[in-house]
């Protein structure tokens, strides 16, 4: 009987081990997907291949986002986001007030020497 326990005990610790591997990957991909769905325009992101820039616009249907790369602008598929920071967006506010620069006169004085 000794030799059946000391077979089925490492199949235990294998079954175990994957159990565990299983669940923490699945575990990663969840919050992957969280993290694409909660890209949005104006979001900094670097991709796999590590390119930085700015989302511009997102397509749900084709699942792809635009991103602008200092004035270039790229197409990606979402799955090649690799990292996402959440960045501000410009928004144009009505009630900015446009302050006036003033106006500065210069008068030219006579420099006159006396003798």
């Known amino acids: 009987m000794g ?11 294998l079954a175990g081990m994957m159990f565990f ?15 694409l769905d909660a890209m949005k ?3 900094e992101v670097v991709t796999i291949g590590g390119l930085h820039g700015v989302i511009s616009e997102i397509d749900s249907e084709k699942r792809t986002v635009l991103i602008d790369c200092e004035g270039i602008i790229l197409e990606f598929d ?14 144009n506010d009505s009630d900015v007030t446009v302050v006036e620069e003033p106006t500065v006169t210069t008068t ?8």
């Open 3 to 13: 030799g059946g326990l000391s077979f089925i005990l490492p199949l235990i610790l």
């Open 41 to 43: 325009v104006g979001d």
């Open 108 to 115: 030219s004085e006579n420099n006159e020497t006396k003798e």
């Open 21 to 35: 591997m299983t669940r923490s990957q699945k575990k990663q991909q969840n919050e992957r997907q969280t993290l």
């Open 78 to 91: 979402r799955a090649a986001i690799k990292t996402v920071k959440p960045g501000t967006v410009v928004t």
